[in-house]
């Protein structure tokens, strides 16, 4: 159905024809573009535009930023239409010299700032509000109206049409009244999808907060008091409070998620969300809009907008983990937000601010990523302004103990089984493995342990074997069964062998000449190992007086 009139003026009905089109919108998107486009079908009209105020986005290239008294705000084009003489040219777009417009400049700033409705009846007689002569004269505009779009004493945009025809007080009028549904009808629309829009972020909120209670019945709290934990524990005491970027660095299993979980429930943003991405886990050509969110049909696929990971985690904390793993490509982008707060969704020319804390995680070496070219060394320093290690478990074998009582209890309390009990020999097998798997790997043989103890008694020695067997790759040839060693002679000779290994070095542990050198492990890792076999000094060390 056409809705303007063939006549040569603009009517009141097709005005009310399109009000009542447009008040049945929830889309902002339908309802502009629904306005200007049938304004435009009139044939009185040559051109039809809508501009919002919106915060400030493109002021570095903005055509009038000489002209702007305040680049927090200003009017941007957002829905266009008409028919120009020139039939190669199309109007419908929002980009070009006014595609913003600084509040009190121009007749259409004026009018925003104002407030003020603005006819020009021939725009010939007045050369203030003729920017461009020859396109005036070209299209053979003659009148001139702007109406601000105001709802309930808030000003949100203005209106503008420019005629062909001269334009009457009459005419005006009715523009004036349209103007006033429109306003209702963008108002109503934009407050639609800002109710979509927090829905589906609290749809999301609300699954990863069942994803951390799942995860946290699962992995428990951090629990130890090693002089290693206490001194990542420290780390986090000081920067949790602040704003400040964090990469926890750690190997694989040692618990990095619960680090950042502790900083976040430790700071100012704890009552929002803390939102994590595994980087590893998330296809190369979707990292984007992982990250940032895209709008419907920017892409196959895209059948409706998506919010990303960094509107979700505004106010809150956003954390990578596996952080190494983001496309060199990607990372100039993810540096932009760190710097500037500032994202565009995909297919999207909005720029949009988020406020959210980082926290990084990643088991790679990055300095070295950075050496061979697979990571932006100003990135690198951009996340690391706080680092925090994250010990293995095998440097902090102290905690074994109260690791293995937490795990047991989660463990029983999930299977709601009864507590079985294990001797102090089985606790000593799991202080003597080196679990390359970390505390993860600890969890997994609890687990196995407490399940085919059935009630009765852990025992460990079995599964840490299997588990050993697995990771030794293919079978060694099978030596005579006199050569197997027990647990105790494998103790012994690991003690004869650290004790050989600092009577060469003169009790020297650490650095260069150091046993912990000599032996090929690192000095931390000796230390607690003479710790767990009650290595003294009087048994490394000979008397001054002895030669």
Not at 435 to 457: T, Y
Request: hydrophobic content about 40%.
């Amino acid at each position: 159905m056409e809705l303007m009139s063939a006549a040569s003026v603009i009517e009141p009905e097709p005005l009310q024809a399109i009000a009542t089109a447009i008040a049945q919108e929830r889309s902002l998107e339908v309802v502009l573009n629904t306005i200007v486009r049938e304004l435009g079908e009139c044939r009185t009209v040559a051109l039809a535009r809508i501009w919002l105020i919106e915060p400030g986005d493109i002021c570095a290239v903005c055509p009038m930023r000489d002209e702007c008294p305040d680049q927090s705000k200003c009017l941007h084009l957002v829905a266009s239409g008409g028919r120009s003489r020139d039939e190669s040219q199309e109007w419908a777009k929002t980009g070009g010299r006014f595609q913003r417009f600084p509040l009190g400049v121009r007749k259409v700033g004026q009018i925003a700032a104002t407030g003020d409705a603005l006819l020009l009846g021939d725009v010939s007689l007045d050369d203030r509000w003729i920017v461009d002569k020859n396109w005036v004269e070209r299209e053979g505009v003659v009148s001139f109206s702007g109406q601000p779009l105001i709802y309930r004493g808030e000003e949100l945009g203005v209106m503008a049409v420019f005629s062909r025809l001269k334009m009457g007080e009459e005419e005006f009028r009715w523009l004036r009244v349209f103007a006033d549904q429109a306003a209702i009808a963008i108002a109503n629309a934009h407050a639609f999808e800002e109710i979509n829009r927090l829905r589906e972020q609290l749809e999301m909120e609300n699954a990863y907060l069942r994803e951390e209670v799942n995860q946290e019945l699962a992995f428990g709290e951090i629990v130890g008091h090693s002089p290693a934990l206490n001194q990542a524990l420290m780390q986090i005491h000081t920067v949790a409070p602040t704003d400040a970027t964090v990469l926890i660095q750690g190997e694989s299993g040692t618990g990095k998620e619960l680090i950042a979980r502790a900083i976040h429930e430790r700071s100012a943003r704890r009552a929002r969300p803390l939102i994590k991405v595994n980087c590893a886990s998330i296809p190369r050509e979707l990292f984007e809009s992982e990250f940032f969110g895209h709008v419907k049909g920017s892409f196959t696929g895209a059948v409706r907008d998506r919010t990303g990971r960094f509107q979700l985690a505004d106010g809150g904390t956003l954390f990578l983990d596996e952080v190494g793993e983001i496309p060199l490509e990607l990372q100039s982008k993810l540096l932009r937000v760190l710097q500037e707060g500032e994202y565009e969704r995909v297919g999207d020319e909005r720029t949009r601010r988020v406020d959210a804390r980082l926290i990084a995680a990643t088991n790679r070496d990055l300095n070295r990523e950075v050496a061979v070219g697979r990571f932006r060394q100003d990135l690198y320093y951009r996340l690391a302004v706080f680092p925090i290690e994250v010990p293995p478990l095998r440097e902090r074998r102290g905690d074994i103990p109260s690791l293995v009582d937490h795990f047991v209890d989660l463990v029983c309390r999930r299977l709601k089984i009864p507590k079985p009990r294990f001797a102090p020999s089985q606790l000593q097998l799991l202080e003597n493995y080196d679990w390359p798997g970390n505390i993860r790997e600890l969890q997994n043989v609890i687990e196995r342990s407490v399940i085919l103890a059935r009630g009765g008694a852990l025992r460990f020695d079995d599964l840490l074997r299997a588990v050993s067997a697995t990771k030794a790759g293919p079978p060694m040839i099978k030596t005579d069964p006199a050569d197997v060693l027990t647990v105790a002679e494998m103790r012994r000779r690991d003690r004869a062998n650290i004790l050989a290994a600092l009577e060469r070095t003169g009790g020297k542990i650490y650095g260069p000449g150091g046993a912990a050198e000599l032996l090929g492990v690192k000095g931390t890792t000796l230390a607690t190992r003479i710790k767990a076999l009650k290595i003294k000094k009087g048994e490394y060390l000979r008397p001054l007086d002895e030669s």
